[in-house]
């Protein structure tokens, strides 16, 4: 890079830079490989964290040092991710681990502080956007996801960045689906998990009985590495008897969180995505004894494609044409887009007002630097591309308004009548149960999300 420009990015730029250098200058790296027979898909294996310092800059000041990398003290790990994207992507995709936690999102809360942060490129591929691509669909997803209030939306901001001296373009920082406090809140004994495509990549996951073989389950949390037979026998047991009920139209709310997947679904429906095979279906549970949740969010390269349903909504690879077969979850579904139809529009003008105020013609004057590394992006200025997402989202509001109407539930099934969920089983000597659905023969007591508490005989 000529130092003109490295000089232009560090002291004129009025979005941070990140600068990392690793030991060696050593470039993360990865193979890529493709799916076995009777999986589908492209990604990446050999992609080893490679150890630096990573500083935070802006104007000439600092905001942030690791400092030099010590196992467990000081320092960061950087490496190339993705999928799809870290095997084909111009710009690669990154994934940050800190030593020690940090907000690099400069939050005044502590416990916004993680070791893990996610760097996505900016270019996005998408056939219905001008020159076919976007930089802010990301925008607009995470936008959607905060409208409908999903339990958890990840925060970002744009940076630049340099790795060993030479410029890597400008990046989303982003946090990355994990557990956390202010993450994906979810204790010892809750997990997240991924409905995967790229399971075949994976060295620990697990498959369900009514999962189509292309996909499997894998870990987010536990780690892989702590998933013992135990853990994995019981999420078989758990993640199958939620099946059950889902597809033997039982009372859903026995296992699921009814609300979670119908926003879930209602945010993709409103972006109208189009991601038959893709991956990003997050699943959690808070606790052993929470009912399965749907989400966070993740991916929307493909927003905007469908003139439909979201691809989500109909297809039989997941949940969903089961569950919008149920009385019960469509009425909830409907219930929610009724309640945000009168103001989303005006709610996402205001989330995109906000973010010209913030970035405004400071994202055009870094797209120029970008430019000079990958000249054939970002082509249209940040004001254009928010006309034109604005103008996509009234068009996905017009075509959904007609969507509804199909929705006659009276010829839907109607699962059982609501009961109270089960929140918490002990025994009689006051031990919690870990597996609310699995428990051995005796006297329990059972509380419910109603505030009851029951005796009960398990025979």
């Known amino acids: 890079m000529k130092l003109l420009l490295l000089l232009t990015i560090f002291i004129n730029s009025k979005i941070s830079v990140l600068d990392i250098e690793t030991i060696n200058h050593e470039m993360p790296a990865y193979s890529v490989v493709y799916a076995p027979e009777g999986c589908i898909g492209t990604s990446i294996t050999d992609n080893q ?269 997941f949940y969903y044409p089961q569950l919008f077969q149920n009385k019960d979850f469509v009425n909830v579904y409907i219930s929610l887009w009724n309640n945000i139809r009168p103001t989303l529009m005006d709610q996402i003008t205001t989330a995109f007002d906000e973010v010209w105020q913030k970035y405004g013609q400071v994202f055009d004057e870094n797209m120029k630097i970008h430019q000079t590394v990958y000249p054939d992006e970002g082509h249209q200025a940040l004001k254009a591309q928010i006309d034109e997402v604005l103008e996509r989202f009234n068009e996905r509001i017009t075509i959904l308004d007609n969507l509804m109407t199909q929705y006659d539930t009276s010829n839907l099934i109607k699962t059982t009548s609501q009961r109270p969920f089960t929140t918490g089983i002990t025994d009689m000597m006051g031990r919690k149960c870990q597996h609310k659905n699995n428990v051995p023969k005796g006297f329990y007591l059972y509380q419910y999300d109603d505030g009851t508490i029951k005796k009960k005989i398990v025979k």
Not at 52 to 61: A, E, I, K, V
Not at 100 to 115: G, I, P, Q
Not at 167 to 172: E, K, R, S
Not at 302 to 308: G, T
Request: net charge negative; proline share 3%.
């Open 49 to 317: 964290y490679v150890p630096g310092r990573m500083t935070m800059t802006l104007h000439g000041d600092t905001l942030y040092d690791s400092k030099e990398y010590e196992k467990d003290v000081s320092g960061m790990r950087i490496k190339v991710r993705g999928n799809s994207t870290g095997a084909f992507m111009a710009q690669h995709p990154y994934k940050i681990k800190l030593s020690k936690k940090y907000d690099l999102l400069h939050r005044d809360d502590k416990a916004y502080r993680h070791k893990e942060w996610l760097l996505l490129p900016m270019y996005v591929w998408n056939k219905k956007m001008t020159n076919q691509e976007s930089n802010i669909l990301n925008i607009a997803g995470l936008t959607v996801s905060r409208i409908i209030g999903m339990p958890w939306t990840p925060e970002y901001d744009f940076v630049n960045v340099t790795i060993n001296g030479e410029y890597q373009g400008m990046y989303y920082l982003i946090e990355p689906v994990s557990r956390g406090e202010k993450r994906v809140n979810i204790d010892d004994t809750g997990f997240l998990i991924e409905h995967d495509t790229f399971w075949w990549n994976e060295e620990t996951y697990f498959k369900t009985d009514r999962q189509i073989s292309t996909c499997a389950y894998t870990y987010k949390y536990p780690d892989s590495d702590d998933v013992t037979e135990d853990i994995q026998s019981a999420m078989i047991r758990d993640m199958n008897e939620a099946e059950k009920l889902i597809y033997e139209n039982g009372d859903i709310r026995l296992a699921i969180d009814v609300e979670s997947f119908a926003k879930w679904i209602l945010v993709h429906d409103i972006l109208g995505t189009d991601d038959t095979a893709g991956c990003n279906r997050f699943l959690c549970r808070k606790s052993d004894a929470s009912p399965l949740e749907m989400g966070p969010t993740w991916d929307y390269d493909s927003s905007f494609r469908s003139d439909d349903w979201s691809t989500q909504h109909i297809s039989s690879w």
